[in-house]
């Protein structure tokens, strides 16, 4: 067979190549996601950060 043969559904005719397309790109957005959700994830398994931010945290002034 060749390489370029569009895959061919059991139940109806062949996939154009735009619906392969879109169902390839799916695929790899929900692993895409999966990945982000993960990482997420492992980086709340700490407590939470309690250190100040933003412009009231710049205004703090040390003194030596």
């Not at 559904?9 to 735009?18: E, L, N, V, W």
């Not at 895409?32 to 009231?56: I, M, V, W, Y």
Request: aromatic residues 0%; charged residues 40%; proline residues 6%.
């Amino acid at each position: 067979m060749d390489d370029k043969t569009i895959p061919v559904k059991k139940d109806g005719p062949p996939k154009s190549s735009a619906t392969i397309r879109k169902d390839r790109l799916a695929e790899q957005l929900r692993a895409n996601l999966q990945k982000r959700k993960a990482q997420s994830r492992s980086r709340r398994t700490g407590e939470a950060d309690l250190r100040p931010d933003g412009l009231a945290a710049s205004k703090k002034i040390q003194k030596d």
